[in-house]
């Protein structure tokens, strides 16, 4: 099983078996509430009739089209209308099947964009640590958390890292942290060592998820963008959790005022019904790509699956649910009751963060002295004896329920995850 602990897992399987709107049934016939919205993708919530409506006509007017020098309406007329919710100079897009997949694709289109230019010694690549980019070479490389990396070699060469913002004066911030712009800094050191003229691409995710939450300060994202506009770098925002909705806008780019050259995206793309990611693209890199005669090939890169027929329509459905049902706004307008509920937890013992954004939010506790994580006897209780599914890595716990929370769904996560506090030492 994926980042599981196997041999604990098959002692004690946590196992679900249906899923409806805000709630899952677990196989023990118990209604859990879903604090999670899956794993970050189910916005829209679970089981929703229009999405399986759409995969089923699909699958009857057309199973499976190739796109390698083939095409099909959906994905064009989905891509069509996603742009609608990029940042202006962000029109292009290149379907994948996963957030993975996302990053790679966005990270060698990096590399053969500054080569369509001439400027093919543009090949370093610089992440961040706690960063988190999926699994695959590309995303693990730039990637910077140690227990995803240390399993696997020497990874790709030529990459860097800016320190993380996760920065002890900002705990307990609601919202975004005031402190820590200057950490973008890091990036004109690295200019001053290899060359902006070796450096191809930077890429953040503009909220980190999987490391907990871990919010950009006040600046940093305009700052990192002004630097890597200065230095003709590429910026990259990996929004494979924050797209569609997750902070009140349809994308991170869209709330922090930032627009970066690609966005990668999954998850909530097709609300997690059918894998499908994509990479946003800015015009301009696309752009470079069409110099070369009409019968070449612009870029040698694709996947079987990409712009998958069902996976479009499903992205088609999901599209239309988030605009009907304003979701995209949602976050936002439940932002601060969503901050109160989380931050009413402070005062809980052995607490030594809380943050949020939007519709999403971490608790962090203190590490043990002994073996054994806090925050997965956290997330266990919660499961078992508060019926909500909430998140952890390691220490912190992570919460980013569908966009069509309650507030007395609000109420009851944060009752579950309070109780379940103080139950554990
Ligand atoms: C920011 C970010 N990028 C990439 C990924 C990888 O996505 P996937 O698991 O679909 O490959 C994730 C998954 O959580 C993610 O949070």
Known sequence: MPFTANRQFKAEPR??????????????????LDGTAGLWCVNAGHGRSTITEAVRAQLERMDFGPTF?????????????????????????????????SVDSALKIALAYHRAKGQGERTRLIG??????????????????????????TLLNGVDHLRHTLLPENAFTQGIPEQGAELADDLERMIALHGADTI???IVEPVAGSAGVILPPVGYLQRLREITRRHGILLIFD??????GRVGEPFAANRFGVTPDMITAAKGLTNGAVPMGAVFVADFIHDAFMN??????ELFHGYTYSGHPVAAAAGLATLDLYERE????????????????????????????IRNIGLVGAVEFEPRETVGARGYDVFHHCFWQGNTLVRCTGDTIALSPPLIVSESQIDEIIGALKHAIKTVN
Request: hydrophobic share 35%; charged share 25%.
């Open 200 to 202: 191809a691409a930077v």
């Open 292 to 297: 070369g005669p009409d019968s070449a090939i």
């Open 128 to 153: 961040r640590e706690k960063g988190y980019h999926g699994v695959g070479f590309g995303g693990i490389s730039v990637g910077g958390l140690v227990n995803n990396r240390r399993m696997f070699g």
């Open 239 to 244: 929004e494979v959790i924050t797209g569609f």
């Open 326 to 353: 304003g979701l995209f706004q949602r976050a936002l307008e439940l932002e601060e009751r969503w901050a109160e509920a989380l931050h009413s937890l402070s005062d809980l013992p052995h607490i030594k963060d």
């Open 69 to 101: 020098q083939m095409g099909h309406p959906g994905p064009f007329e989905l891509a069509e209308r996603l742009v609608k919710h990029t940042p202006d100079g962000i029109n292009k897009v290149f379907f994948t099947n996963s957030g993975s997949e």
């Open 15 to 32: 196992m679900l078996v249906g899923a409806r709107d805000m709630h899952y049934t677990s196989e023990d016939g118990r209604t859990i």
